[in-house]
């Protein structure tokens, strides 16, 4: 008997809702209470079940389609159903065993001769995208559905295939579903995908190997209609962004990050500065962030373990014997971190004048890559713009990075009483896979004392 499904009303005032996924195609035989579609309202996601045993004889909606309270999502025969329990129990034990497998494994029950209409039904349809067209739509050039391509199917606003079951898995397991690679027709995800994923996440957690949770692709699930709560625009993202954007989900993901904070005197360097700078040119005017790099690399040589980068796969700590400082650059593209090389072998003034031309470069997007290349450490300098801390991002694979905030006059207690003094706020961020507390803290005082004395620069490094 022909029965057509249609959407329930599944909460007080909820009157439509978005298919998010469905876990049925054309000919499937559907158990009574089997999950044929998900529905997201405003309220939450809720599977639509079959209200009886049967054939799936049409899908009318699509993954990413709006459909009100009272739309028709499936016409499904129900006529086996009498005198058939048995077969319609197995049918429903075959179905949750393999609700995401898209064919079922039993042998096929003979056909009985099609109808007209049968014969006009549709293939089973490849999982549809948000955006209504189907994976197979998508890839190209698309020859069979093995060979759809899927990184043209699974993009950040679209819907991962996979059916309600699976999801529910993935769910109660822990893993976010837009990870897994589906393995099925048009990229569907299977549970036994699930399972391989969380395998391999176990293994590589095992054998001490980093997993990255974005593969290299920034990973985000869909945006919400924020058009809903008022007028937005969108603009895409410049090159600039999209690396950066990648580079810290990467760091951030990845790296157990500490910041230390401390502060440094720096009335005597700022006195100097003045001075040199009096008879300096544009070229090689002395600032605050070219004493900075000088001391950095100091300290490095001093501290080679904050010079270095971790290789989980080897077990092994792997120690730069050069010292290369990139220095964030802010610029209208984004921010840039061009290095300069050998930092510890250069003077302050020669540092200056290679940076004041590096940052020049980099503003006017005339840096080159091999420019940006190559870094051991970081220089974050924020302190000509304003603020009094942040809580900068390692750069990987290096270890540690140098936030530098606005200096300040402040009082500060010299024993006696409370003496004006220029105070130099840094914030210190590191790998604590590689550095402890301690190591923290001495390296960053290494650096405040060498800047209150610089002497201590050329004593210690
Ligand atoms: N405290 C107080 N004043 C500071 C300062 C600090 N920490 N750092 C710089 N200044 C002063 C400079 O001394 C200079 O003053 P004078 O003209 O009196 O000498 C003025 O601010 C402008 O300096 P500058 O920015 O031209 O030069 P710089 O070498 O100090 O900085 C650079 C170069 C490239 C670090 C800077 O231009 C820049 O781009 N900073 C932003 C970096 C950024 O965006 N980081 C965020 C990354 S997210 O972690």
Known sequence: MKQEIRVPEVAEGVTKGTVVAIAIAVGDQVAADQTLVELETDK???????PTAGTIMEVRVEEGAEVAVGAVIVVLDSEGDTGESEKASTGEAEATAGADEPEPESEPEPEPEPTPE????????????????????KSE???GQDQIDLTSVRRDDEVAPASPTVRRQARELGVDIYRVKGSGPGGRISA?????????????IGSGMVVSSTAGQPVQRPLPDL???????????SKVRELTADAMSYAWSTIPMVTQYDKARIDDIEKFRKQFNASATAENKLTMTAFLVKDCAAALRAFPHFNSALDLASKELVLNHFINIGVAVDTPAGLLVPVIRDADGKGIERIATELNKLAEKTRERRVSPQ??????FTISNLGGIGGNAFTPIVYPPQVAI???????????????????????????TYD?????????????RWICQALENPLNMVMKG
Not at 44 to 50: D, L, M
Not at 432 to 444: E, M, P, T
């Open 371 to 376: 420019e940006l290349e190559g870094g051991t």
């Open 141 to 143: 050039p698309a020859t």
């Open 432 to 444: 604590h896979r590689v550095i402890d507390g301690a190591a923290g803290a001495r390296f960053l």
């Open 402 to 428: 140098l936030g530098v905030s606005e200096a300040e006059m402040a009082p500060v207690w010299n024993g006696k009483k409370f003496a004006p003094q220029l105070m130099l706020p840094l914030s210190l």
């Open 192 to 204: 036994e995908d699930v399972r391989n994923y969380v395998r391999d996440t176990m293994q590589k």
């Open 227 to 237: 058009s809903r709560f008022g007028t937005i625009s969108r603009e895409p993202l």
């Open 44 to 50: 939450a996601v809720v599977e639509i079940p079959s």
């Open 118 to 137: 049968e014969e006009k039904q549709p293939e089973p349809q490849a999982p549809r995208t948000a955006g209504g067209a189907s994976a197979a739509e």
